[in-house]
Structure formats: structure tokens, C-alpha cells
T-cell receptor
Framework: AQSVSQHNHHVILSEAASLELGCNYS??????LFWYVQYPGQHLQLLLK??????LVKGIKGFEAEFIKSKFSFNLRKPSVQWSDTAEYFC???????????????FGKGTHLIIQP | GAVVSQHPSWVICKSGTSVKIECRSL??????MFWYRQFPKQSLMLMAT?????????EQGVEKDKFLINHASLTLSTLTVTSAHPEDSSFYIC????????????FGPGTRLTVL
């Protein structure tokens, strides 16, 4: 089964600091990975996704993630965070529709990010 | 983009009563929908897979008689929490994949259930 793990559960940063949130996967074969974000009081949104090709993926709001196969990692980064980035961040295999159906997502435990003004 | 709605957005009920939560795909058909629950400060946990026209599939440890799922149409799945207890208080979220190969799933805004 596809599974991921996140090792930063609570992160507190000041505005303008750089961010890196870790995500490691533990399955073989074709690797596809997503990062989701849940802002306070809002529903889950897709931040960025990796399917294949360029291992450096750009997402919304200045976020990016790099897929490093040798390290089984897909870490989320942002060079300069803003107060509005305060949210929960979840890494997940995509559970995407493959033609024969789709699977429910197995999320990482999530990272609660707090940005202090 | 694809939109998934949930109703109600929040509900407060007395212990022992049943609560129905609806999940709708507004602009696409979804033969499969997923139900998750999220406890405070925790991740989303998959509860069950709702299948249009057939029985739902439940994850290990989820009581199917307590969490009744009905996928009445290609755009609607309902989750009924029967005989609710305070420990059922949680945030319930549904998602639906659009039938495009490689497409992601789309999440509803969630329903906050509080059982007194």
C-alpha cells in the first residue's frame, strides 16, 4: 500500500524565514505524490503534485517541492514564508483515478505550521 | 474547477440521536466518494469508500452499523452517524475523484459534528 510519513508535526517560524517540511514515502513502482494545505476554517486544497518529469515541482503561493528518489523524499519548501501561510500541511500519495477506479488517501500525520508576524 | 459540497457545515446533537451528513459533487459525476474524519490537531483518517449502486467499503476499525453510508446517485453520498456519542464528535470530510485519468480528488469543506 502507498504510505507517506511526515516528521515535522509542529513548526513555528517568523515571517520571511525559509521553510522546509519533510515527507518520505515507502512504496515502490510509480511514485506520485501530493501536498495538500488546510488553512484555518477552510477545506483541504491541493498545493502541488508530482507525477513524473522534472523532480522540482512548483505549486501555488510560492511553494515548491523536490522529489528525490534516492532519499525517498518529497520535501515542501518556500524561501520566505508569510503570516498567511499558517495552516496544516499534509503529504499524500494521490489516490488518483487510474481508469479502473480510485483509492482513498492515506495522509501523513500533517504538519501544523505557525508563522509569527 | 471541480467542486464538492457538504451539508451541513456544522451540527450539534444530543447523545443517542442520529445525524446525516451529505456530500455532493456539484459539477461532475462521482461513482466513488470517500469519507474521512479528522480529530483536532490530527490528520485525516480514511473511514470508508462510498460506491454508487453497491455497498460501502469500510476501513479496519470503523463500525459499519454506526456509520451508515448510502450512495444514492452519481452526485450524492450520505454518511449517517447513528446513535451518536460524544466520542463521535469530529470533523467529517468527504472527497470525490473526477473520472479523468491522473486527476486528483476534490474535497468537501467538511462537517463539524459535536455530540453533547
Amino acid at each position: 500500500a502507498q504510505s507517506v510519513s511526515q516528521h515535522n508535526h509542529h513548526v513555528i517560524l517568523s515571517e520571511a524565514a525559509s521553510l522546509e517540511l519533510g515527507c518520505n514515502y515507502s512504496y515502490g513502482g510509480t511514485v506520485n505524490l501530493f501536498w495538500y494545505v488546510q488553512y484555518p476554517g477552510q477545506h483541504l486544497q491541493l498545493l502541488l503534485k508530482y507525477f513524473s518529469g522534472d523532480p522540482l515541482v512548483k505549486g501555488i503561493k510560492g511553494f515548491e517541492a523536490e522529489f528525490i528518489k534516492s532519499k525517498f523524499s518529497f520535501n515542501l519548501r518556500k524561501p520566505s514564508v508569510q503570516w498567511s501561510d499558517t495552516a496544516e500541511y499534509f503529504c499524500a500519495p494521490p489516490g488518483m483515478y487510474s481508469g479502473g477506479g480510485a483509492d482513498g488517501l492515506t495522509f501523513g500525520k500533517g504538519t501544523h505550521l505557525i508563522i509569527q508576524p | 474547477g471541480a467542486v464538492v459540497s457538504q451539508h451541513p457545515s456544522w451540527v450539534i446533537c444530543k447523545s443517542g440521536t442520529s445525524v446525516k451528513i451529505e456530500c455532493r459533487s456539484l459539477d461532475f459525476q462521482a461513482t466513488t466518494m470517500f469519507w474521512y474524519r479528522q480529530f483536532p490537531k490530527q490528520s485525516l483518517m480514511l473511514m470508508a469508500t462510498s460506491n454508487e449502486g453497491s455497498k460501502a467499503t469500510y476501513e479496519q476499525g470503523v463500525e459499519k452499523d454506526k456509520f451508515l453510508i448510502n450512495h444514492a446517485s452519481l452526485t450524492l453520498s450520505t454518511l449517517t452517524v447513528t446513535s451518536a456519542h460524544p466520542e463521535d464528535s469530529s470533523f467529517y470530510i468527504c472527497s470525490a475523484p473526477r473520472k479523468r485519468v491522473g486527476d486528483t480528488q476534490y474535497f468537501g469543506p467538511g462537517t463539524r459534528l459535536t455530540v453533547l
